[in-house]
């Protein structure tokens, strides 16, 4: 029997199954086990295509001169570039970023209206001293809204990503160059912050109706995750913390790509160190104002992400841009190729998989149609890596649907179940 007839005649619920990595194609061998970690990579406002597609085939893909991917040539064979992948009956701005990682499910769904990074998360965290991990590079700019924020952790609850690298560093490592005193003080005032929070929405609680009170129970939920977070860190053997984070107003425009510098150095320091398995870098949101000055730039992103093809000179400052942040994901993954994995052997990429999403299709026209996505990934995280995959119409939800199952998570569609189910074709 040939593998994808068997593999088919097992069911969705086993695709994730290490049983599956044991099948070769004509001899067994032996089973690869499941990622480890998951990363949620966000960049703003769309593409244009012409300028974002690689040239070539599923193996012999190239990434064009000056195109807009370029920058990932080092990482190629670490990277499944996925084309024509729409997001079904949504479009425009707010909505792209609401069903970016949701796939617009909702509370009576299996994925119970959770981002993917959270879902996960809930299935894999326990263990860790973070269920999650969110790092942000000026997502507080505009306060939390539907368009500047990707996580949930219930239909209609954010989950907001930290944009001050120094509070994350505190956070997760401790006290500041090493001050434990006013460490200490600080981490004494968040407790007691905390307690009295919940003392107010348990009284709160008592008082309200049912979908009131489900969603307090939602927010108690996460001041447990925060509090269980606020303990004097654990050394790793092994396992040095980065570098104090220098201060910086994080809302400056030209501070933008210092700020990720840093977000992404502590991200992967603390995935390295065991502090969580699932983590998340959203930069900026859609509709980002920033304008890319260190690029040549000169007007906002937003802005230039509308330009139409006349516009030669808006286009070409928009590749720029683009290009960028490329540039910023091929970082993470050097980063993640440079850290040994501590746990399992090799390096922290081989068992880390990535994935990096977009709000829209082409920005010019605020569609959700053929919204980019890449994923990146090592020897151990789930998929055959160094391939680009076109497809025609296929639903988002498939790929969030497959890198759940990847990451060992059994579920048979990831969002509303009305719009699409089952996973993406080509990805194992």
């Known amino acids: 029997m040939r593998r994808r007839d068997f593999t088919a005649s097992l069911g969705l619920s086993l695709l994730a199954s290490p049983l599956l990595r044991v099948l070769g194609e004509g001899e067994a061998h032996a089973a690869t086990p499941l990622p480890r970690r998951l990363i949620v990579v ?105 368009s500047t924020r990707m996580s949930y952790s219930a239909p ?18 401790g006290a500041l160059g090493g001050d434990t005193s006013s460490a200490d003080k600080q981490l004494r005032r968040r407790k007691s912050m905390l ?41 790793t053997d092994g396992c040095a913390p980065p570098e104090v984070p220098i201060a910086v107003n994080a809302q400056a425009n030209e501070q933008f790509p210092l700020l990720g510098r840093m977000q992404m150095d502590l991200m992967v320091s603390a995935l390295a160190c065991g502090m969580t398995r699932v983590a998340s870098l959203q930069w900026s949101h ?59 052997g090799g390096t922290m990429l081989d068992s880390t998989l990535v994935l990096w999403a977009k709000e829209l299709g082409d920005s010019r026209l605020h569609n959700c149609r053929s919204v980019p996505f890449v994923l990146a990934g090592g020897a151990r995280s789930g998929f055959r890596f160094g391939r680009y995959l076109r497809y025609t119409n296929a639903s988002h939800q498939k790929l969030l649907t497959s890198v759940c199952q990847a990451m060992g998570v059994s579920i048979e569609a990831f969002g509303d179940p009305s719009r699409s189910t089952g996973t993406l074709d080509g990805l194992v």
């Open 195 to 235: 307690d009295l929070v919940r003392t107010e929405m348990n009284g709160l609680s008592e008082r309200v109706g049912a979908e009131e009170k489900r969603r307090l129970e939602q927010h108690l939920e996460a001041l447990r995750q925060t509090e269980k977070g606020l303990v004097t860190p654990i050394s």
């Open 286 to 344: 859609t509709v980002a104002p920033q304008v890319f000055t260190w690029a040549g730039s000169s007007e906002a992103h937003h802005e230039l992400s509308h330009k139409d093809d006349a516009n030669t000179a808006g286009i070409a400052d928009f590749v720029r841009c683009e290009r960028w942040f490329a540039e910023q994901f091929s970082y993470l993954l050097s980063a993640l190729k440079a850290r040994p994995d501590l746990e399992g």
């Open 42 to 146: 966000f960049t703003p406002n769309g593409t244009v295509h012409r300028h974002w597609r690689p040239t070539g085939g599923e193996l012999d893909f190239e990434f064009p001169v000056g195109g807009m991917l370029e920058p990932l040539n080092r990482h190629r064979a670490n990277l499944l570039v996925c084309d024509g992948l729409d997001f079904v009956d949504v479009d425009n701005h707010d909505a792209g970023m609401a069903n970016m990682l949701t796939g617009g499910g909702m509370a009576q769904h299996a994925s119970g209206g959770l981002s993917i990074d959270q879902y996960v998360a809930s299935k894999i965290g326990e263990g860790s001293r973070f269920k999650s991990l969110e790092f942000g590079v000026q997502t507080s700019l505009w306060g939390a809204s539907k």
């Open 156 to 173: 209609g609850v954010f989950v907001s990503p930290e944009d001050v690298p120094r509070n994350a560093y505190q956070r997760l490592f």
